[in-house]
């Protein structure tokens, strides 16, 4: 099987979008909960810098604060209340694009703060599952989805969002028996580097897709509900980026599970080490803050690495799907079920 991520990842030279900032190690990071109670399950994360942020989930649920939490707009978008935005990509205060996710599976976009969508992509064909969207920058991105006759579904776009291009099915990568992606928390693609992407499977097989080339992942796999979740890639804003990686997931039936739930590489994923203390259970989301420190949630709570990976502390047993840190600044954000929405403080 030969197919080349670069077909479907432009060589653009434009700023990547950053995924941390390498600062100096706080004392200790605190889960603070900022707001809750709004009907919706949040999967989808965009924090834009430490004031703008934008959230999607269930119902047909968008929300906004451009006052660093303070305050909340939320938005049901007009003709989509049953839907499940499972990502959201932000690029300021005014412009979002929201993936909702099957049968038939859209994508949105706003440029007036959410209050008119206009629909950018539609897919009706039968078994379409999108899963997450990332973004090199604010013209090229990406979207993944479960396998199609066998393939992995993926679309491109160059213009913001405004239009998208499938991959030829040709050009897909070949799934195996059981295995597609999780729909989790938006972050199981990510930008590998200025040109390329990298993505994760799970269910009966987990593997790692990087460049041309599928690898086995050492993570618990073997049934429908186990397998990677979500990657986080450090320096991916380098020419020769992507080589430090971190996967979690584990068994979602089985929340407390430590087994096989954690590794990180620092070869690009030629080889994994797991944790000496891994996080406390399945996770659904990882984010790098800076180089060495590490969150990640899930339905039992949140760890916190100060040690790129190795050891893990159970810093909240507040239930979250997805962490994202500041694009370009220094807050880290939470969110989860029943609209629940919370910031790291560091004491």
């Not at 269930?58 to 499972?86: A, C, I």
């Not at 993936?99 to 949105?108: D, N, R, S």
Request: with cysteine; charged share 20%; hydrophobic share 35%.
């Amino acid at each position: 099987m030969k197919y080349s991520y670069k077909f479907f990842a432009s060589f653009f030279l434009l700023p990547i979008f950053f995924t941390g900032v390498e600062l100096s190690a706080p004392r200790h990071p605190e889960v603070q909960v900022i707001t809750t109670g709004t009907n919706t399950s949040i999967r989808g994360l965009s924090v834009v810098n430490d004031n703008v942020v934008w959230v999607s989930g269930s119902n047909g649920m968008v929300g906004r604060t451009s006052n660093g939490g303070k305050s909340w707009d939320w938005m049901q978008v007009n003709g989509f209340e049953k839907s499940d935005f499972r990502d959201i990509e932000a690029f300021d205060g005014a412009t979002a694009i929201i993936m909702a996710v099957a049968e038939p599976a859209y994508i949105l976009k706003t440029i007036d703060g959410g209050k008119t969508w206009k629909v950018v992509y539609e897919n009706k064909t039968k078994g379409m599952f999108l899963d997450a969207m990332e973004f090199w920058n604010d013209q090229s991105g990406i979207v993944i989805g479960d396998p199609i006759e066998g393939r992995f579904f993926i679309s491109r776009t160059f213009d913001g969002g405004d239009s998208w291009q499938g991959i030829p099915v040709d050009k897909r990568p070949k799934a195996d028996s059981g295995e597609a992606c999780f729909a989790a928390s938006g972050t199981n693609i990510r930008p590998l580097d200025r040109d390329e992407a990298v993505f994760i499977s799970g269910g009966t097989k987990s593997r790692l897709f990087s460049k041309n080339i599928p690898s086995e992942l050492p993570i618990l796999q073997g049934k429908e509900s186990t397998g990677a979740n979500s990657i986080a890639v450090w320096d991916n804003n380098k020419l020769n980026g992507g080589k430090k990686m971190i996967i979690v997931g584990g068994d979602f039936n089985n929340p407390g599970l430590i087994e096989k739930n954690c590794f990180y590489t620092a070869d690009g994923g030629k080889t994994w080490t797991a944790p000496k203390t891994p996080p406390h259970g399945y996770r659904s989301c990882v984010e790098y803050y800076s180089k060495k420190i590490i969150v990640s949630c899930g339905l039992n709570g949140v760890d916190y690495s100060s040690d790129a990976g190795k050891n893990w502390e159970w810093i909240s047993k507040e239930s979250f799907n997805v962490c994202r840190a500041s694009r370009m600044g220094t807050a880290f954000y939470l969110a989860g079920n029943k609209g629940t929405i919370a910031k790291l403080t560091w004491k």
